[in-house]
Each structure stands twice: as structure tokens, then as C-alpha cells.
């Protein structure tokens, strides 16, 4: 597509934004309002806030021109941020992590729930992708080293009698064919020699004639069918690559690499129209600051008498000062009003308390009755800079001609406006700076003179802070403050601590979304999560917040993650998809891989030091600990040589040093959670992912994809039968089935003899199902995470009110 085709794409979605903010304010002006209520407003901005991601990002993704990029990635930005309020906002409605698509908000929109899905923006890893790779090849170059080289493919090693009869059975084959061919040569010839002055008869003809029509119609009669469900999708096409999907791709690569080109030249041209700018009106700017200060001083001083007190670089400096010229002498009240002392304060937090006391006690029923009923959304971050941000995009870009721009290049004219402003504000900075060393002399010269003149100077008052207790932020003491980034990365890729990972997209974690779980829960019922659910929450959770600085630090804080579920669901694959998608670093500290590393205290504190060190300054990072209960068992089985509660005390703390600022995230992974003291384990991972028995909709469409790729989907293939006869096993378990049903012998074979449910399903037969105990065991298990107990508790609190009020109702008839 062309650069007019994304300026208009982005033009419609300025539009889109300008009536999600509008809706998004109306939400935030109706205050506290009933649930009911809230759930469709937020369910559908939650929807329009996805459509916008999805354009932003292909948006972003092709256009050329530099500074409308950073205000499309400002936008796509912010947007993400409010997605994100926005999801926790539900979370705390429904009190419940999953949200599942209001079918009226999709109707309105007109959008399908493939696209409600939020999608991940290219640009965490493109952005990044030199220093991703080289991050890469740095883990792999340091285990070459080690001599821990890639997993090769092993060479067939056969046996002599093997080998004879390999090649027996091949020459024989050979001489088959020859064999043939020579028979059939002589067949010919026979046939060629033969009278041919017989004369068809008429009966003949019409048999050929109705045979060969018979074909042609069935063979055009099924084109149609085909051509049909290819249309409205009860087909797939063949998994070839066309060309004009290849020709898409690589016009799409082609405009990559020109913006490449064109925010080299953007930022040559900051530094180039800086430095002019600087030569060509510094002295000027300079001289016109120093003087209306000056000015301004003066007749301050003759004004009032005194000096102005000049405000420092945090206040705003001169500019504060400038706005004050119009208020005379300065209000002494902020001197002279005395400060409220603790013990005041207290005596009157005490009274207060006494005589609200009471009130308190009578209404505290009411309070919890109406919060059991009334909701009100949290205060947005981003729903302001989206404002701002598109009000500037509609004054600068909207309705501007770039049909003369044919190469998009930068703007010299904005760029130059920009940098007059910098270099006016650092001027005045060291202008302000001048200012204040004149202005401390002036005024020792003049407390000079007055103490000359038998006076007493003023003693300046010490200044008394108003506010609460300092925000610190505790320093950590750092342990290796003389070694390099470089030589701790090493280290810890020696140790096996930092890992490598295949890369893995998320949507190659297939499973179908619940679409009825909106239309249960407006019938009272708690609906099941699916296998889409879970790659939806796994990407609000985990990838959206990781993959954007901004994002992270300003939305909801997620500090950890416990993914549970039986072997072969896909807890690994996830992780890979999480590091994948945002191009991060994988720790791993499962007790198995720490076991002799670092050993002693004093060891166990360089590890947790090196890992919380090495993942702030290779962030994003993900710190990922496999059988996530171990440490939390009550009892370790004597077998266990791992020591997993090495970690156990120090967990929390790894856990709750992560600040909001930093891009890392600590994720568990566990097979059986409910064997861990469920107390620890929770004060520990603040968001919780059971994945579920694979459903009927995410079997088939694992089934159909997976055999569509594999050339394998034919119609004689029963996709449906397979699906039910598959549902007790994992998508690990079914996809290590099909692995072992098509070797590369039985792949040679489908153009011949298709492949049948019975194969699949014979094979399936020597796999290990998810037996109905751990299903039950994880159900109960489900019911005690904290998520679940809040649920319930407003559940039996909700039945208690309706149970009082009928009875007060009965008690007035």
C-alpha cells in the first residue's frame, strides 16, 4: 500500500479516537454507578481501544515520514496504557481476571472476536531487533565455548545387513520400472500395428459421450463446492505462499528499510539545525533574556524596596518570577502561617474520631451494601495525553497537503521551532543561574550597608517542610560495583542461569475464545475460560506492560505471574512466546537449574543480587522459576536432592523489588500448585492463569491448522470425530501424537492414501490423559486463590442482602 493509503488510514482513526475519548469521558463523568451498568460501557471501549491498537500498529509499522511517527507511537502508547486500566477496571467489576466479549458491543462496532483480541505491536521487537540479535549471539557464542554446542540432528547409523537391504529393495524396485517401460513399449507397438479399418458404431460413441460428460460435470460441480466453502470459509486454502502475499511482504520490508533511511536523515538533521540555530541566535537570545531581567529586578527594587527572591530551576525559574509581576509585594502569608505540630494534628485526628465514631458504626452497613452494588472506574493516566496527543495530531498532520511530499522527508520548519524553544530554555537556565550569583552579592552588599547604617539584617528564615514523610527509595548496597555488564551477562549465561529460548509467536498458542461467557454472566453463572482466554490474558498480564517503557511505568504495576496447569498444556511454550514478543532476557531459577550454583549465604545473596542487577540493565527481562510450588511444600520427598526451599525466604523479597519503572517480570510455572502452603504462595504471585482442559472448539481448530500445514486435511478426514475423541489429552500430548503419526515415510504417502482418524487415534492410545483426580484437584484448588475467594465472598454477601431485605419485606406485609 502507498503512504496516501496510511495517511488516510490514520486520518480515520484520529476520528475513531475522538469518539472513544468521548465515551471513555462520559464513563468517568457518571462517578459511582451500579455494576450493571458499567459492564457494557466498559466492555465496548475496552473493544474500541483494541481496533484502535490493531491500526496504530499497522499504522506505525509503514509510514515513512519521521515526526508523524512519534506522534502515531505516542498514540499507540497511550492507547495500550488505557487498554490496560481499562482491564483492570474489569477485573475489579466482576472480580474475576478473564473478560469475555459483550456480543451487543461487537454488533455495534461491527468487529469480529478474532479482532476484540488485543494484538502485539511490532515495534517491541523491531525497534529493537540489532540488539536483541546481538544479545543472542552473545548467549550462544559464550555456550559454544563451554562446549555446549546446538542439538544436531544424529546421522542414521545402519548395520551391513541393513544396508544390503536398502539397496536390494531399491535395485529391485529399478528394475521393476525398467521392466514396465519395456512392456509397455511393446504393448504400443502391438497396438500400433493393428487394422484400424473398423468404423465406431453410433452405441460406442454415446457410451463414451455420456462417460466423459459424467466426469466433466462432477469434476465442475465439485470446483463450485470447493470454490464455495473456500468463500465462506468452511475450507482452507492450500498453506502455499501466494505471490501477491509475498510481493505485500516484501513491499512492507521495502518501507521498513526506508524509514530507516529517513530517521537517519531525521536525526542528522536535529544536531545539523541545532548547532546553526545556536550560532546563529545564542548571543542574541542571551542578551534579550539578561536584559528584561535585569529590567524586571530593577523595578522590582524600586518598587518594593527589596530584592526579589529568585526562584530555583525546580520552580520554574525566571518564569515564575515574570508571573508574579502583577501581585506587588509578595503575600508573607506562606512565611509567617505557623506550622501545625504532631501533637495538634493527633488531639485533633482524635476528636474527629470520637465524634465520628458513631456515625461510622451506623453507616458502615450502608457503605458495604452500596460498594457491593456500586462501582467507580479509577482515575486514568492515559486518557488525557490520548486527548492531547490527538488534538495535536488534528492541528499538525490532520488536514495538512503532503500530496507534494512524495518522499516524506522530515520537516525542517518543525524541527527548527522545537530547537528555539530548547535552546531558549538552556539559555535561561544559565542565564537564571548568572542571575542568582549577581543577586546573592547584591544582597550582601546591601545587608552590608545596612548593618553600616546601625541596622540589623534580616536573618533568612529556614525554610520548614510542609509535606508528609520523603518519598526514598531504598538503595540497594551493590555487590559487584567494579564489574561490567558484560562479564556479570557472562557470567550468569556460564551458570545457566540466563538461558536461551526458540522464538515462539503468541498466536501459535491456538484454542477458540469463550463466546458465550458474557451471556453467563448476565445470567449469574461464572463461565469457563478457553484456551483463547488464556493467550488474552497472558498478553495483558505479561506482553503489553513489558514491551513499552512508557506503558509499564504509568499503567497497573503486574510484578508476578503463576501459570498452573498438567503437563503438555503449554506453560513453557508461553513463556517462550512472552520473551519472544518482547524480545526479553530469560532467567531461569527453577530449583533443579540453581542446585551446587552459588552455594552458602553468602552465595545464595550474590545470585539474587547478579539476577535482580543483570535483568535492570538487560530489561525487559522475565525471571522464570519451573515447579513454582517446590519451594512452598510442606514436606520435601527424601528423593529431592534440588533443595527447592532455598529460595522460599527470599522470594518476596526478589518479588516486591521490582519497581514500576522496571521492565521485568517474575513468572511461575507450576504442574501441581495445590501442593504448596497456599498462604506463601500467593503473597508471592500477585495474578493467577490456571490453564484449562482443552475444549471442543480449540481441539479442532489445533486439529484443522495443524493438518492443514501439514498437507494432511482431506475430506475424508473426520476433523470433528478426531476432536471428540481427543478431548481428555492436552494440545502437547495431541501434538506429540501427530508427530509420531506422520514420520516422513507417511508424508510421502498422502497424495496416495489419505490420512484417517484411526491413526491418529491409535497412536493417541499409547499417551497419557488428564485423569479426572487432577482435574478435580485443580478445581478445588481454583476455589481458593484469592481472586476467587473475593468473588465468592460478594456472592454470599449479595445472597445475604436479598435474603434480609425479603424478610423485611415480608415482615411490612
Same mark, same amino acid.
Given at each position: 500500500?502507498?503512504?496516501?493509503?496510511?495517511?488516510?488510514?490514520?486520518?480515520?482513526?484520529?476520528?475513531?479516537?475522538?469518539?472513544?475519548?468521548?465515551?471513555?469521558?462520559?464513563?468517568?463523568?457518571?462517578?459511582?454507578?451500579?455494576?450493571?451498568?458499567?459492564?457494557?460501557?466498559?466492555?465496548?471501549?475496552?473493544?474500541?481501544?483494541?481496533?484502535?491498537?490493531?491500526?496504530?500498529?499497522?499504522?506505525?509499522?509503514?509510514?515513512?515520514?519521521?515526526?508523524?511517527?512519534?506522534?502515531?507511537?505516542?498514540?499507540?502508547?497511550?492507547?495500550?496504557?488505557?487498554?490496560?486500566?481499562?482491564?483492570?477496571?474489569?477485573?475489579?467489576?466482576?472480580?474475576?481476571?478473564?473478560?469475555?466479549?459483550?456480543?451487543?458491543?461487537?454488533?455495534?462496532?461491527?468487529?469480529?472476536?478474532?479482532?476484540?483480541?488485543? &494484538?502485539?505491536?511490532?515495534?517491541?521487537?523491531?525497534?529493537?531487533?540489532?540488539?536483541?540479535?546481538?544479545?543472542?549471539?552473545?548467549?550462544?557464542?559464550?555456550?559454544?565455548?563451554?562446549?555446549?554446542?546446538?542439538?544436531?540432528?544424529?546421522?542414521?547409523?545402519?548395520?551391513?545387513?541393513?544396508?544390503?537391504?536398502?539397496?536390494?529393495?531399491?535395485?529391485?524396485?529399478?528394475?521393476?520400472?525398467?521392466?514396465?517401460?519395456?512392456?509397455?513399449?511393446?504393448?504400443?507397438?502391438?497396438?500400433?500395428?493393428?487394422?484400424?479399418?473398423?468404423?465406431?458404431?453410433?452405441?460406442?460413441?454415446?457410451?463414451?459421450?455420456?462417460?466423459?460428460?459424467?466426469?466433466?460435470?462432477?469434476?465442475?460441480?465439485?470446483?463450485?463446492?470447493?470454490?464455495?466453502?473456500?468463500?465462506?470459509?468452511?475450507?482452507?486454502?492450500?498453506?502455499?505462499?501466494?505471490?501477491?502475499?509475498?510481493?505485500?511482504?516484501?513491499?512492507?520490508?521495502?518501507?521498513?528499510?526506508?524509514?530507516?533511511?529517513?530517521?537517519?536523515?531525521?536525526?542528522?538533521?536535529?544536531?545539523?539545525?541545532?548547532?546553526?540555530?545556536?550560532?546563529?541566535?545564542?548571543?542574541?537570545?542571551?542578551?534579550?533574556?539578561?536584559?528584561?531581567?535585569?529590567?524586571?529586578?530593577?523595578?522590582?527594587?524600586?518598587?518594593?524596596?527589596?530584592?526579589?527572591?529568585?526562584?530555583?530551576?525546580?520552580?520554574?525559574?525566571?518564569?515564575?518570577?515574570?508571573?508574579?509581576?502583577?501581585?506587588?509585594?509578595?503575600?508573607?502569608?506562606?512565611?509567617?502561617?505557623?506550622?501545625?505540630?504532631?501533637?495538634?494534628?493527633?488531639?485533633?485526628?482524635?476528636?474527629?474520631?470520637?465524634?465520628?465514631?458513631?456515625?461510622?458504626?451506623?453507616?458502615?452497613?450502608?457503605?458495604?451494601?452500596?460498594?457491593?452494588?456500586?462501582?467507580? &472506574?479509577?482515575?486514568?493516566?492515559?486518557?488525557?495525553?490520548?486527548?492531547?496527543?490527538?488534538?495535536?495530531?488534528?492541528?499538525?498532520?490532520?488536514?495538512?497537503?503532503?500530496?507534494?511530499?512524495?518522499?516524506?522527508?522530515?520537516?525542517?520548519?518543525?524541527?527548527?521551532?522545537?530547537?528555539?524553544?530548547?535552546?531558549?530554555?538552556?539559555?535561561?537556565?544559565?542565564?537564571?543561574?548568572?542571575?542568582?550569583?549577581?543577586?546573592?552579592?547584591?544582597?550582601?552588599?546591601?545587608?552590608?550597608?545596612?548593618?553600616?547604617?546601625?541596622?540589623?539584617?534580616?536573618?533568612?528564615?529556614?525554610?520548614?517542610?510542609?509535606?508528609?514523610?520523603?518519598?526514598?527509595?531504598?538503595?540497594?548496597?551493590?555487590?559487584?560495583?567494579?564489574?561490567?555488564?558484560?562479564?556479570?551477562?557472562?557470567?550468569?549465561?556460564?551458570?545457566?542461569?540466563?538461558?536461551?529460548?526458540?522464538?515462539?509467536?503468541?498466536?501459535?498458542?491456538?484454542?477458540?475464545?469463550?463466546?458465550?461467557?458474557?451471556?453467563?454472566?448476565?445470567?449469574?453463572?461464572?463461565?469457563?475460560?478457553?484456551?483463547?482466554?488464556?493467550?488474552?490474558?497472558?498478553?495483558?498480564?505479561?506482553?503489553?506492560?513489558?514491551?513499552?517503557?512508557?506503558?509499564?511505568?504509568?499503567?497497573?504495576?503486574?510484578?508476578?505471574?503463576?501459570?498452573?496447569?498438567?503437563?503438555?498444556?503449554?506453560?513453557?511454550?508461553?513463556?517462550?512466546?512472552?520473551?519472544?514478543?518482547?524480545?526479553?532476557?530469560?532467567?531461569?531459577?527453577?530449583?533443579?537449574?540453581?542446585?551446587?550454583?552459588?552455594?552458602?549465604?553468602?552465595?545464595?545473596?550474590?545470585?539474587?543480587?547478579?539476577?535482580?542487577?543483570?535483568?535492570?540493565?538487560?530489561?525487559?527481562?522475565?525471571?522464570?522459576?519451573?515447579?513454582?510450588?517446590?519451594?512452598?511444600?510442606?514436606?520435601?520427598?527424601?528423593?529431592?536432592?534440588?533443595?527447592?526451599?532455598?529460595?522460599?525466604?527470599?522470594?518476596?523479597?526478589?518479588?516486591?523489588?521490582?519497581?514500576?519503572?522496571?521492565?521485568?517480570?517474575?513468572?511461575?510455572?507450576?504442574?501441581?500448585?495445590?501442593?504448596?502452603?497456599?498462604?506463601?504462595?500467593?503473597? &508471592?504471585?500477585?495474578?493467577?492463569?490456571?490453564?484449562?482442559?482443552?475444549?471442543?472448539?480449540?481441539?479442532?481448530?489445533?486439529?484443522?491448522?495443524?493438518?492443514?500445514?501439514?498437507?494432511?486435511?482431506?475430506?475424508?478426514?473426520?476433523?470433528?470425530?478426531?476432536?471428540?475423541?481427543?478431548?481428555?489429552?492436552?494440545?502437547?500430548?495431541?501434538?506429540?501424537?501427530?508427530?509420531?503419526?506422520?514420520?516422513?515415510?507417511?508424508?510421502?504417502?498422502?497424495?496416495?492414501?489419505?490420512?484417517?482418524?484411526?491413526?491418529?487415534?491409535?497412536?493417541?492410545?499409547?499417551?497419557?490423559?488428564?485423569?479426572?483426580?487432577?482435574?478435580?484437584?485443580?478445581?478445588?484448588?481454583?476455589?481458593?486463590?484469592?481472586?476467587?475467594?473475593?468473588?465468592?465472598?460478594?456472592?454470599?454477601?449479595?445472597?445475604?442482602?436479598?435474603?434480609?431485605?425479603?424478610?423485611?419485606?415480608?415482615?411490612?406485609?
Amino acid at each position: 500500500m502507498s503512504s496516501k493509503t496510511y495517511n488516510a488510514l490514520i486520518c480515520e482513526t484520529s476520528e475513531l479516537i475522538g469518539e472513544a475519548t468521548q465515551a471513555d469521558e462520559a464513563v468517568f463523568e457518571a462517578g459511582a454507578a451500579e455494576k450493571s451498568s458499567f459492564y457494557p460501557l466498559l466492555s465496548e471501549l475496552r473493544v474500541r481501544y483494541t481496533v484502535l491498537i490493531r491500526r496504530l500498529d499497522q499504522v506505525y509499522d509503514q509510514i515513512v515520514q519521521p515526526q508523524k511517527r512519534l506522534i502515531v507511537k505516542r498514540l499507540l502508547e497511550a492507547c495500550l496504557g488505557r487498554l490496560l486500566e481499562i482491564k483492570h477496571d474489569l477485573v475489579e467489576l466482576n472480580l474475576s481476571d478473564y473478560t469475555y466479549d459483550d456480543d451487543e458491543a461487537l454488533k455495534r462496532l461491527a468487529v469480529t472476536p478474532i479482532e476484540a483480541e488485543p &494484538c502485539v505491536p511490532q515495534y517491541f521487537v523491531r525497534e529493537r531487533e540489532k540488539e536483541v540479535s546481538e544479545r543472542r549471539q552473545f548467549v550462544t557464542d559464550v555456550l559454544r565455548k563451554l562446549g555446549h554446542e546446538p542439538v544436531k540432528p544424529q546421522p542414521l547409523v545402519l548395520t551391513e545387513q541393513q544396508a544390503v537391504v536398502i539397496i536390494q529393495s531399491h535395485e529391485r524396485a529399478r528394475q521393476g520400472r525398467l521392466r514396465g517401460q519395456f512392456m509397455k513399449e511393446i504393448r504400443l507397438l502391438k497396438e500400433k500395428g493393428r487394422d484400424q479399418k473398423g468404423e465406431m458404431s453410433a452405441s460406442a460413441a454415446t457410451a463414451i459421450q455420456r462417460v466423459w460428460r459424467g466426469f466433466i460435470a462432477r469434476r465442475t460441480t465439485k470446483k463450485r463446492k470447493q470454490q464455495e466453502q473456500l468463500l465462506i470459509g468452511m475450507e482452507m486454502p492450500p498453506y502455499i505462499e501466494s505471490k501477491e502475499i509475498q510481493r505485500a511482504e516484501e513491499v512492507k520490508q521495502s518501507r521498513r528499510q526506508l524509514q530507516k533511511e529517513r530517521e537517519n536523515q531525521y536525526q542528522e538533521a536535529l544536531v545539523k539545525i541545532e548547532d546553526q540555530l545556536r550560532a546563529k541566535y545564542g548571543s542574541k537570545i542571551n542578551e534579550r533574556i539578561g536584559d528584561e531581567l535585569r529590567r524586571w529586578i530593577s523595578e522590582y527594587y524600586e518598587r518594593t524596596g527589596r530584592l526579589p527572591d529568585f526562584p530555583s530551576e525546580d520552580a520554574g525559574g525566571s518564569r515564575t518570577m515574570f508571573s508574579r509581576q502583577g501581585t506587588g509585594v509578595d503575600s508573607q502569608l506562606s512565611k509567617s502561617s505557623p506550622i501545625s505540630s504532631k501533637d495538634s494534628k493527633r488531639s485533633k485526628d482524635s476528636k474527629e474520631k470520637k465524634s465520628n465514631k458513631s456515625e461510622e458504626n451506623k453507616n458502615k452497613d450502608k457503605e458495604d451494601a452500596e460498594d457491593l452494588y456500586t462501582f467507580k &472506574c479509577t482515575t486514568s493516566v492515559f486518557l488525557k495525553e490520548i486527548i492531547n496527543t490527538n488534538e495535536e495530531y488534528e492541528d499538525i498532520w490532520k488536514y495538512r497537503d503532503d500530496e507534494d511530499d512524495h518522499h516524506e522527508d522530515h520537516d525542517s520548519e518543525m524541527i527548527e521551532r522545537e530547537k528555539i524553544a530548547k535552546i531558549e530554555q538552556e539559555i535561561r537556565n544559565s542565564v537564571d543561574e548568572m542571575m542568582r550569583t549577581e543577586l546573592e552579592l547584591l544582597q550582601a552588599a546591601f545587608d552590608k550597608d545596612r548593618a553600616h547604617k546601625g541596622k540589623k539584617s534580616k536573618k533568612p528564615q529556614k525554610k520548614v517542610r510542609r509535606g508528609g514523610k520523603k518519598n526514598k527509595k531504598k538503595k540497594e548496597k551493590d555487590l559487584t560495583p567494579d564489574r561490567t555488564t558484560e562479564s556479570l551477562f557472562e557470567e550468569l549465561v556460564s551458570n545457566g542461569i540466563i538461558r536461551p529460548y526458540p522464538i515462539v509467536s503468541m498466536d501459535d498458542f491456538i484454542g477458540e475464545k469463550n463466546f458465550v461467557g458474557c451471556e453467563w454472566r448476565k445470567e449469574g453463572r461464572e463461565p469457563s475460560p478457553t484456551l483463547g482466554d488464556i493467550r488474552q490474558l497472558v498478553k495483558e498480564y505479561c506482553i503489553l506492560p513489558l514491551g513499552s517503557e512508557y506503558v509499564r511505568t504509568n499503567a497497573p504495576v503486574v510484578r508476578s505471574v503463576l501459570i498452573a496447569g498438567p503437563p503438555g498444556s503449554g506453560k513453557r511454550m508461553l513463556i517462550n512466546a512472552i520473551c519472544s514478543e518482547t524480545g526479553a532476557m530469560l532467567f531461569d531459577l527453577t530449583p533443579a537449574n540453581i542446585v551446587g550454583k552459588y552455594p552458602g549465604k553468602t552465595g545464595l545473596i550474590m545470585l539474587i543480587h547478579l539476577v535482580m542487577k543483570v535483568s535492570r540493565l538487560l530489561q525487559p527481562a522475565v525471571i522464570w522459576m519451573d515447579d513454582a510450588e517446590k519451594p512452598f511444600v510442606k514436606k520435601i520427598p527424601k528423593t529431592d536432592k534440588t533443595d527447592p526451599k532455598r529460595l522460599k525466604k527470599d522470594l518476596v523479597k526478589i518479588i516486591k523489588g521490582i519497581y514500576p519503572e522496571d521492565r521485568v517480570l517474575f513468572v511461575g510455572t507450576s504442574r501441581t500448585p495445590w501442593d504448596a502452603e497456599q498462604k506463601l504462595l500467593f503473597q &508471592c504471585y500477585s495474578k493467577v492463569v490456571q490453564i484449562p482442559r482443552a475444549d471442543y472448539g480449540s481441539i479442532a481448530l489445533m486439529w484443522r491448522s495443524k493438518l492443514h500445514r501439514a498437507g494432511a486435511l482431506s475430506p475424508r478426514l473426520d476433523v470433528s470425530c478426531l476432536a471428540r475423541v481427543s478431548d481428555s489429552y492436552t494440545i502437547g500430548t495431541l501434538l506429540s501424537a501427530l508427530d509420531g503419526v506422520l514420520t516422513t515415510k507417511r508424508r510421502l504417502q498422502l497424495r496416495v492414501r489419505a490420512l484417517t482418524a484411526q491413526e491418529v487415534a491409535v497412536q493417541l492410545s499409547t499417551k497419557e490423559p488428564v485423569y479426572a483426580e487432577n482435574e478435580s484437584a485443580a478445581e478445588a484448588w481454583w476455589l481458593k486463590t484469592p481472586m476467587e475467594r473475593r468473588r465468592l465472598k460478594m456472592l454470599q454477601k449479595l445472597q445475604e442482602l436479598e435474603q434480609e431485605n425479603e424478610e423485611k419485606a415480608a415482615a411490612m406485609k
